[in-house]
């Protein structure tokens, strides 16, 4: 499929929620191999090891969960060195620390421009950027188990065990540090089932969106929504009761003007 790179190359990154095992992260790796984009994945690791100066052991043993990283670290330090006396901060200074140093880096890459960012918040932490496509790639259980079987060689009984347990820590990460849900299909600018669609195409379809995404960088926010460019209807639809009015706002009552 062909793309209008110059209209591409003026979006700065994309982000990939996935269910697991609905080929989210392969689609993301394919979609950056397509646009010549660097994959940020395990690189947002990386970085924020760097950041907090701690191994990437460490980063990814809180990586999408919501245990505190500095608890973990300064309680491995009182196991190794038990008479030194460590102040443990609350789960939430920890949680605090990793965010800061995550939406750090998440915020950078974007403002390096040209990223497929795969998970960790991003569609919440660049949510308002205009020059970012957001998606979500989903699938039935059925096919997302089949494919965890075959990608990561478990058996039916494993590879349902484990899509549940990674999407479980998924919504609860998010839950946690951004009081949303990443089923909250209104993060997105599409949502790709992968139940029929290949992967290639499910690609094709995130590149026609990021294409169609750049042309309305310019356009006053007045200007999008469904409502652009649409005239009224040339009569009253099917379903329209007359017997429905629009209420009147009353005097004293600020509810009612809601």
């Given at each position: 499929?062909?793309?209008n790179?110059?209209?591409?190359?003026?979006?700065?990154?994309?982000?990939?929620s996935?269910?697991?095992?609905?080929?989210?992260?392969?689609?993301?790796?394919?979609?950056?191999?397509?646009?010549?984009?660097?994959?940020?994945?395990?690189?947002?690791?990386?970085?924020v090891?760097?950041?907090?100066?701690?191994?990437?052991?460490?980063?990814?043993?809180?990586?999408?969960?919501?245990?505190?990283?500095v608890?973990?670290i300064?309680?491995?330090?009182?196991?190794?060195?038990?008479?030194?006396?460590?102040?443990?901060?609350?789960a939430?200074?920890?949680?605090?620390?990793y965010?800061?140093?995550?939406r750090?880096?998440?915020?950078?890459?974007?403002?390096?421009?040209?990223?497929?960012?795969?998970?960790?918040?991003?569609?919440v932490?660049?949510?308002?950027?205009?020059?970012?496509?957001?998606?979500?790639v989903?699938?039935?259980?059925n096919?997302?188990?089949?494919?965890?079987?075959?990608?990561?060689?478990?058996?039916?009984?494993?590879?349902?065990?484990?899509?549940q347990?990674?999407?479980?820590?998924?919504?609860?990460?998010?839950?946690?540090?951004?009081?949303?849900?990443?089923?909250?299909?209104?993060?997105?600018?599409?949502v790709?089932?992968?139940?029929?669609l290949?992967?290639?195409?499910?690609?094709?379809?995130?590149?026609?969106?990021?294409?169609?995404?750049?042309?309305?960088?310019?356009?006053?926010?007045?200007?999008?929504?469904?409502?652009?460019?649409?005239?009224?209807?040339?009569?009253?639809?099917?379903?329209?009761?007359?017997?429905?009015q629009?209420?009147?706002?009353?005097?004293?009552?600020?509810?009612?003007?809601?």
């Open positions: 499929m062909g793309e790179r110059d209209g591409i190359a003026r979006m700065r990154a994309v982000t990939i996935r269910e697991y095992g609905s080929g989210g992260g392969e689609i993301a790796a394919r979609l950056a191999k397509r646009l010549g984009w660097q994959l940020v994945d395990h690189e947002v690791l990386v970085q090891a760097k950041e907090l100066g701690c191994t990437e052991a460490d980063v990814e043993s809180y990586d999408e969960q919501v245990e505190s990283l608890s973990r300064l309680n491995s330090l009182q196991i190794v060195q038990p008479t030194m006396p460590l102040a443990v901060p609350k939430e200074s920890g949680g605090q620390v965010q800061q140093a995550l750090r880096v998440v915020e950078a890459a974007a403002a390096t421009g040209h990223v497929v960012i795969v998970g960790r918040g991003s569609q932490i660049l949510g308002k950027r205009r020059d970012v496509l957001h998606a979500r989903v699938a039935p259980l096919a997302r188990i089949a494919y965890v079987m075959r990608r990561e060689s478990l058996d039916r009984a494993a590879a349902h065990a484990r899509i347990f990674k999407d479980r820590n998924r919504v609860r990460y998010l839950q946690a540090v951004h009081s949303l849900h990443p089923e909250d299909a209104h993060l997105y600018d599409i790709v089932n992968t139940a029929i290949g992967l290639d195409s499910a690609v094709d379809l995130l590149c026609m969106a990021l294409e169609h995404k750049s042309r309305r960088l310019t356009t006053p926010s007045a200007e999008l929504g469904p409502v652009a460019g649409l005239a009224r209807y040339t009569g009253q639809p099917s379903d329209f009761s007359q017997s429905v629009p209420t009147e706002p009353q005097a004293g009552n600020p509810k009612s003007s809601e």
